[in-house]
């Protein structure tokens, strides 16, 4: 009869709880395995059976290790090891590699990257460490924003991916599968988004020292909301109506801010930074590391750079108090 000692016991409930918090992480506003999108579904079930091939094999070997250590040697004859061997060693392992091989092969054309007629076209730069949008609508006027992006829910949405600096990679989990940013070139990925809600994307090629602080927000949300945010994000900004938000206004071009960011409507025509047109509607700051609030805008302007390491923009601790609510006012009253 098999006994198995405490110890072993221990050993199994640890690996039991690891796996407990492993598969928690599988859900939520990044998880591949938890899609919201064809392509991610795709991805999720070519995982599931590489994983299944994966246990398979390793089930295969480990019984052929088992067996050659507990089998009665007065039992064994060399072609009963050699079925072994052969069977277990070998044929298992390559059938089931070849026809995992085979399956994710056949998937491959099916997480399309090109779709010309998509109604949706969204330009992506990989900035470091940003992202910079744009929406190019025929017949609309084109949107510029940083670090969100929104899309339509149910309809096949083309993006074209570039860079200019270093290579990044484009991957929001819940979607789809992922595709590099390249220098000097043009790459496309497609998807169609099957649920609504947000989700988060991330960089996925090293690309610098803050390489894992540039994520930004994704909305999937259905055709006429996102027609009414499309039509709102196209306007210019609102020039502030109250004098703290008037001394701000001024301020972003007296201290230099305009010289970098872009507000629609405004003085301010910077291409180095990100649109702040309607920096006030987004979800984050800085590219998904801080939540836009007003205390957290005050942080990225005076500790830039502790926030985000290598950032290019300088941090602003040396203005005042009233500059900075000044400055925060402003920026708050571009929704
Ligand atoms: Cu951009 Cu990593």
Redesign the pocket.
Known sequence: MCTVSPRVRVRFVRVVLALGLATSACSGVQSALSPAGLEAERVATLFWWMTGGALLTWAAVLALALVCVRADPSRRTPSRDRLLIVGAGIVVPVAVLTALLIGGLAMLPAVTVRAPDARLQITVV????WWRVRYDTPGAPPVALANEIRIPVGERVQFVLE?DN????FWIPSLAGKID?IPGRRTFLSLLATEAGRYRG???????T???L?AFDVHVMDRPSFDEWLAQQAMPAQAPSDPLGKEGQALFGAVGCSGCHRVGGSDATGDIGPDLTHIASRDSLAAGVLPNHESSLVRWLTETDTVKPDVHMPAFGMLPQASLRALVAYLNSLQ
Request: overall charge negative.
């Open positions: 990989g900035e470091q460490w860079s270093v290579i990044h990679s940013m991330v960089c996925a090629e090293y690309c610098g803050a390489h894992a540039m």
